[in-house]
């Protein structure tokens, strides 16, 4: 089973611009989370996804959004870029499905590491 | 709020040594996840404890959970320089959703022949 794959992986932009990130979760799974990691704040959840409809939501700005398809995959954007944005971005999937999926194992992907200039 | 803390946050022993990284979190969960990052990579799932005295195995590592007193240990036996890495906790909230979930700040282990 192939796993999660996130698209770009490496991403140059500069401050005001605007990115969108790209998330294909494993195979049958339904919930896509996405997370930041930074040297400064570590692992910080954004937001989840289950069945496109936005789940759960974590601390950060307007700015950042996200979205699901029927099939599943997600994007999220983020609008104008500060340097602070600089991170990498992960992407995790999940069954979360009845009760064998309650527990919620996520799956990583490899990230999209974005770089704000 | 809950706040996840790992301690140590930086580790170097030798090989063949054993150690134990700690994770205490604030408010009742019933999941703790144990992942594992090596640089400029991903988090590799290395162990999901559900419940109450939950203890997993693999390999040299072993990870255990007792939610009464909020804590999670992730022992290392006879550490070998393959298992250098930055190792996380991370907990859900109570409930049986997907919620996101919190991380501590991970412990950088390094292993030194």
């Known amino acids: 089973k192939a796993g999660v794959t996130q698209t770009p992986r490496y991403l140059i932009k500069t401050r005001g611009q605007q990115v969108t990130l790209s998330c294909s979760p494993i195979s049958g799974h339904r919930s896509v989370s996405w997370y930041q990691q930074t040297p400064g704040q570590g692992l910080q959840f954004l937001f989840e996804y289950f069945s496109e409809t936005q789940r759960n939501k974590g601390n950060f700005p307007g700015r950042f959004s996200g979205r699901q398809f029927s099939n599943s995959r997600s994007e999220m954007n983020v609008s104008t870029l500060e340097l602070g944005d600089s991170a990498l971005y992960l992407c995790?999937?999940?069954?979360?499905?009845?009760?064998?999926?309650?527990?919620?194992?996520?799956?990583f992907g490899p990230g999209t590491r974005l770089t704000v200039l | 709020e809950l706040k996840v803390e790992q301690n140590p946050l930086f580790l170097s022993m030798q090989e063949g040594k054993n150690y134990t990284i700690y994770c205490n979190y604030s408010t009742t969960s019933d999941r703790l996840y144990w992942y594992r990052q090596d640089p400029g990579k991903s988090l590799e799932s290395l162990f999901v404890?559900?419940?109450?005295?939950a203890v997993k195995q693999e390999g040299r590592l072993m990870a255990s959970l007792d939610t009464k007193a909020r804590l999670s240990t992730l022992h290392i036996t006879a550490a070998v320089h393959d298992l250098s890495a930055t190792y996380f906790c991370?907990?859900?909230?109570?409930?049986?959703?997907?919620?996101?979930?919190?991380f501590g700040k991970g412990t950088h282990l390094i292993i030194q022949p």
């Open positions: 404890l559900l419940s109450n005295g």
């Open positions: 991370a907990v859900a909230r109570s409930g049986g959703g997907a919620d996101g979930l919190t």
């Open positions: 995790a999937s999940s069954w979360r499905g009845g009760r064998e999926g309650n527990y919620n194992e996520q799956f």
